[in-house]
């Protein structure tokens, strides 16, 4: 009997063990190697920036030239303004534009600046003797009895950052300072709606997280013409040669690039990287018919049919396919000799002056005409030598509206520079960064709470410990791109939005998201189940007799006791 018993004994002890192994050290670590890893997220800074409030900060200085104050007027100048105007947007967006405007009289040397008669060179001297950070706009306040500015034109815009205003007549003692600055508020404004940001853009900016109004759909329409903001785009000049046997033809699209093209690129480069490249395709057909006018004695393109151009084009480009950077296509066909001239007509059957035309995010496309070239006796091929200034001149406006930088129609009483041979004034440069800034950080913003929301609602997608850096860094780049906005830094404003949206898409795009995005918790217990349930219900059995035994010998004693 105490042999049984002992042996009774050590097979519970034996049960216990396996079933304390199993229960204590088995089920912990199978549901430790089997639960989908998920690293920790700043989940409420991400519910934080869901609810976007941006602050557009903008510095604005405003210079008073001899003879626009009195000297009691000047003492009594202010240092600072600041002026903010609130935009009610929707529930998840909020925009409020702060204008700090600073107030001086001109100095010695930008007085002399502004005793010439040719507005150009004043902007040329100003801009050298202070040089504006970017983001800023000096406004200079000359006399209204100023030869500097024809008399029909008030506001003169650089190709810097600087205005030239023209202030009201001043009489001594029959103004207020306070009247002079109020008077000279909307004329203020109204260079800033020209040189800085406007509401307009900044809602196209906002793209599809908000609703853009009936009023801007002028904007809208900008926006839908210019290129998404990427970290880099791609540039292809292509010449379309369709028949080599009539003509030979000869560009120098290098040294074009180089003259016409290259310093708006160096001048975006804070914006993007670009990479240009060109080709020369013979044999290459616009895939139109063109109808011959016999009015015009020339064959015609008719708006309706130029989009019917790209498709057949675009198979015969090609682009660097081991980059994912937009490709912005430029093409200059030549017709050949029986279908040439060849004019483009817009949609009230007038010929475009420049005869090209572009398409919305993909480029544009230029008809070359060599027609005074051909004769009866002329040899052929005809070596044609083509005027890249003519070309080029047309391919940097189809470029400056691809890349964003939108066309404004200056108000009645401006008169706009130039851009020069830059292309691009520095204030349009700014128009452009505060856009990009803007749509950066609203495309950021909306990639990181799409990725949270999908994590959350799927619990078995991996989180690894890269993505979550990732994530991390677009939050923090997303916090800091909204500071520097704030304090009017449009450069580092600029740059934080760029790592945001590279940091954020990067996450959102990692391939290790669908590595258990089809292996749900019901397909885990099926697989296991087989597995375990065969080694478990002999430990569970005797678990059971282990109880039974223990209630068997309880009863015993109370029945002894009674």
């Known amino acids: 009997m105490a042999t049984a018993e002992v042996e009774r004994r050590r097979s519970k002890l034996a049960a216990l063990s396996f079933a304390a192994v199993v229960i204590f050290l088995g089920i912990p670590l199978w549901w430790r190697t089997t639960t989908t890893y998920r690293a920790w997220l700043p989940v409420s800074q991400i519910q934080e920036l869901a609810k976007l409030k941006l602050l557009l900060s903008a510095e604005v200085e405003v210079v008073f030239a001899r003879g626009t104050l009195t000297a009691e007027q000047q003492k009594k100048i202010p240092l600072t303004r600041t002026h903010d105007e609130e935009h009610a947007v929707d529930g998840k967006?909020?925009?409020?534009?702060?204008?700090?405007?600073?107030?001086?009289?001109?100095?010695?040397?930008?007085?002399?600046?502004?005793?010439?008669?040719?507005?150009?060179?004043?902007?040329?001297?100003?801009?050298?003797?202070?040089?504006?950070?970017?983001?800023?706009?000096?406004?200079?306040?000359?006399?209204?009895?100023?030869?500097?500015?024809?008399?029909?034109?008030?506001?003169?815009?650089?190709?810097?950052?600087?205005?030239?205003?023209?202030?009201?007549?001043?009489?001594?003692?029959?103004?207020?300072?306070?009247?002079?600055?109020?008077?000279?508020?909307?004329?203020?404004?109204?260079?800033?709606?020209?040189?800085?940001?406007?509401?307009?853009?900044?809602?196209?900016?906002?793209?599809?997280?908000?609703?853009?109004?009936?009023?801007?759909?002028?904007?809208?329409?900008?926006?839908?013409?210019?290129?998404?903001?990427?970290?880099?785009?791609?540039?292809?000049?292509?010449?379309?040669?369709?028949?080599?046997?009539?003509?030979?033809?000869?560009?120098?699209?290098?040294?074009?690039?180089?003259?016409?093209?290259?310093?708006?690129?160096?001048?975006?480069?804070?914006?993007?990287?670009?990479?240009?490249?060109?080709?020369?395709?013979?044999?290459?057909?616009?895939?139109?018919?063109?109808?011959?006018?016999?009015?015009?004695?020339?064959?015609?393109?008719?708006?309706?049919?130029?989009?019917?151009?790209?498709?057949?084009?675009?198979?015969?480009?090609?682009?660097?396919?081991?980059?994912?950077?937009?490709?912005?296509?430029?093409?200059?066909?030549?017709?050949?000799?029986?279908?040439?001239?060849?004019?483009?007509?817009?949609?009230?059957?007038?010929?475009?002056?420049?005869?090209?035309?572009?398409?919305?995010?993909?480029?544009?496309?230029?008809?070359?005409?060599?027609?005074?070239?051909?004769?009866?006796?002329?040899?052929?091929?005809?070596?044609?030598?083509?005027?890249?200034?003519?070309?080029?001149?047309?391919?940097?406006?189809?470029?400056?509206?691809?890349?964003?930088?939108?066309?404004?129609?200056?108000?009645?009483?401006?008169?706009?520079?130039?851009?020069?041979?830059?292309?691009?004034?520095?204030w349009e440069l700014d128009r452009l960064m505060w856009s990009r800034s803007v749509e950066n950080i609203a495309t950021a913003t909306t990639t990181i709470t799409s990725l949270a929301q999908l994590l959350d609602q799927i619990g078995n997608i991996v989180i690894n410990d890269n993505i979550a850096r990732q994530v991390s860094s677009a939050v923090s780049s997303l916090q800091l791109a909204l500071a520097e906005l704030e304090a009017g830094n449009l450069g580092f404003a600029l740059q934080y939005s760029k790592e945001a949206i590279l940091a954020s898409e990067r996450a959102f795009f990692d391939p290790s998201l669908l590595h258990l995005l089809y292996f749900p918790d019901d397909q885990k217990f099926a697989i296991y189940i087989p597995l375990f349930l065969p080694i478990c219900l002999p430990i569970l059995m005797s678990l059971l007799g282990i109880m039974s035994d223990m209630r068997r010998k309880r009863r015993d004693k109370q029945a002894k006791k009674d």
């Open 93 to 426: 967006t909020s925009l409020t534009y702060r204008y700090e405007t600073r107030y001086r009289t001109a100095t010695v040397m930008e007085e002399d600046a502004l005793n010439t008669l040719n507005a150009a060179e004043t902007d040329l001297s100003l801009h050298t003797l202070s040089e504006s950070p970017c983001g800023s706009l000096v406004v200079y306040v000359i006399p209204e009895s100023s030869l500097l500015l024809p008399q029909d034109v008030d506001v003169y815009v650089g190709q810097r950052r600087t205005a030239l205003l023209r202030g009201a007549a001043q009489t001594s003692g029959v103004r207020t300072l306070a009247e002079v600055l109020a008077g000279l508020e909307p004329q203020v404004k109204r260079v800033l709606r020209v040189m800085s940001f406007s509401h307009g853009d900044i809602m196209a900016a906002l793209g599809d997280r908000v609703h853009l109004g009936p009023g801007s759909r002028q904007s809208e329409a900008d926006s839908m013409r210019a290129f998404k903001s990427s970290p880099g785009y791609e540039i292809i000049f292509s010449l379309l040669n369709p028949d080599p046997k009539s003509h030979q033809l000869y560009w120098d699209i290098e040294g074009a690039v180089q003259s016409y093209i290259q310093p708006l690129l160096s001048k975006l480069g804070p914006v993007a990287n670009f990479s240009v490249d060109s080709q020369t395709l013979h044999y290459s057909m616009l895939g139109v018919n063109a109808r011959f006018d016999s009015d015009r004695g020339a064959y015609t393109l008719a708006a309706d049919s130029l989009a019917h151009v790209i498709n057949p084009v675009e198979a015969r480009l090609g682009s660097n396919a081991a980059s994912s950077d937009p490709v912005l296509n430029f093409l200059l066909y030549v017709p050949d000799s029986q279908h040439s001239p060849l004019h483009i007509l817009d949609r009230k059957k007038r010929a475009v002056a420049s005869n090209a035309f572009h398409s919305p995010r993909w480029g544009g496309i230029m008809v070359y005409n060599v027609d005074g070239f051909y004769g009866k006796e002329t040899p052929l091929p005809v070596d044609i030598d083509i005027n890249m200034a003519e070309v080029m001149g047309v391919f940097l406006a189809q470029l400056r509206l691809l890349l964003g930088v939108q066309p404004s129609t200056p108000p009645p009483g401006f008169l706009v520079s130039p851009p020069g041979i830059t292309g691009l004034a520095d």
